[in-house]
């Protein structure tokens, strides 16, 4: 695996993934003090996140779960002295689909956050990880 970062201005940055993909990264902001692209924290949180959706959709379809929707909603905690890692993750996951059995719900995220998720595997060496979940019926 492979990336290019190029510093493009101020506190701007552009990433080219080995796959070709082109991602802004920086904390610069524009005249109204917003940010001009995602903080290379809230991107790693971010990659955290989706890598532990991936693994939920995909562990539930594997065992045949009528499942139509995933989202990961994620909230962290940094250290207040540098490097400032991450001191606490809690994960919030809301899936859908028709008939879902909790148990096996409950399953595939244990199974993420404990055995397959390697974005989280990383960020468990300095902080807590905690999860809920809701499911919903889809219609």
Do not use: N
Request: net charge negative; proline share 3%.
């Amino acid at each position: 695996m492979k990336t290019r970062i190029q510093w493009a201005e101020d506190r701007s940055f552009t990433a080219q993934t080995g796959s070709g993909h082109l991602i802004a990264v920086g904390t610069t902001k524009d005249a109204e003090g917003r940010t001009l692209a995602p903080s290379p924290m809230e991107l790693v949180l971010s990659g955290a996140g989706a890598c532990s959706a991936f693994d939920v959709v995909h562990i539930l379809e594997r065992g045949r779960e009528a499942i139509t929707g995933c989202v990961a909603e994620l909230e962290a905690e940094r250290a207040e002295t540098e490097p400032k890692v991450f001191t606490r993750v809690h994960i919030h996951f809301v899936v859908t689909g028709r008939g879902l059995a909790r148990e096996k719900v409950e399953r595939a995220i244990q199974l993420s956050i404990e055995k397959y998720c390697s974005a989280l595997a990383m960020i468990a060496k300095t902080a807590t990880i905690t999860h809920d979940f809701e499911l919903v019926e889809a219609p």
